[in-house]
């Protein structure tokens, strides 16, 4: 059966196993102390092979998080700050749209990053004197389909046309292959996102084709499907494994999360809500942030 996965570092570890893929390039470095991989989609073949379009995916591994490291949160939203400033324009309105159901823990990690963005385009118009200098920033929590009626992208395309806005980040759930990896990393990538893409519901595209403007889009595994997790269980044990015996298994199509999941995702979404404020608001440090957001 196909492993399912969204993130870029996976696909391209799938694909990479019969040799160097065409289009494809990746690199390992270290960003505040945190392994970080970068796989770049450079042509057609590319694309084609990891299922991904043109673009650059940046995967953040943030175990240290996890595990509680010395200085582990700050050195988190510095690092992933860092990824998020190049891939901005320097000035014009920024859209933060939280994408998921609130409801669901594994898919709330949008709206609550979304709840810890310091939003100021309405200070900047009601007090000028003191927050003029301030990037003008606007969040949405677009909800899902099955409770608003309206597909998320329809809401997000109808907002950054009304305000104007120069570019979209756009902060969802996605699925990873491996376990390690859920609630443990974050892909940044400048591709834009399908929102329902972390449980295999493609919707409305979210990207610069559909929105006119740049969508930088905030990923975090927080499930892996049932199907691909017993596969590599499966594998790892030694057994020998026809593609197709999994597919229609009781059990194949379940979603497998993290039993603390409710911490991990009230955590990185502090991480994300953070960095995404520092990249927009450089002159602001992570302490006078926290005045602002708490």
């Not at 606007?138 to 104007?164: C, N, W, Y």
Request: with cysteine; hydrophobic share 45%.
């Amino acid at each position: 059966m196909e492993r399912r996965t969204d993130l870029a570092l996976e696909a391209h570890e799938l694909r990479r196993e019969g040799g160097k893929l065409e289009g494809v390039e990746s690199r390992e470095t270290q960003v505040e102390g945190f392994p970080l991989t970068t796989v770049r989609v450079t042509g057609p073949d590319g694309a084609r092979a990891l299922g991904k379009p043109e673009g650059t995916y940046h995967t953040l591994d943030l175990t240290g998080l996890e595990r509680r490291e010395e200085d582990a949160f700050p050195r988190s939203v510095r690092a992933l700050a860092g990824l998020l400033s190049p891939l901005l324009p320097k000035e014009g309105d920024v859209l933060v749209v939280g994408l998921g159901n609130r409801a669901i823990t594994p898919d709330a990690i949008g709206p609550q990053a979304a709840d810890r963005t310091l939003v100021t385009r309405h200070l900047i118009g009601m007090a000028p004197e003191h927050f003029g200098t301030f990037r003008s920033v606007a969040a949405l929590a677009a909800g899902v389909l099955g409770t608003t009626g309206v597909e998320s992208g329809e809401i997000v395309r109808a907002v950054s046309d009304k305000i104007g806005v120069k570019a979209v980040i756009a902060i969802d759930a996605l699925a990873a292959r491996r376990v390690e990896r859920l609630c443990a990393t974050v892909q940044v990538c400048d591709t834009g996102i399908a929102p329902g893409s972390g449980v295999g519901n493609h919707r409305f595209a979210l990207d610069r084709e559909s929105l006119g403007v740049p969508v930088i889009a905030v990923g975090v595994p927080t499930v892996v499907d049932g199907g691909t997790l017993a596969a590599d269980l499966l594998e790892e044990a030694g057994a020998k494994l026809d593609p197709q015996a999994l597919t229609g298994a009781p059990g194949a199509s379940l979603m497998v999360t993290p039993r603390d999941i409710d911490q991990r995702v009230a955590d990185l979404a502090k991480v994300i809500g953070y960095a995404v404020s520092l990249a927009l608001q450089p002159e602001l440090d992570l302490a006078g942030l926290e005045m602002l957001v708490g």
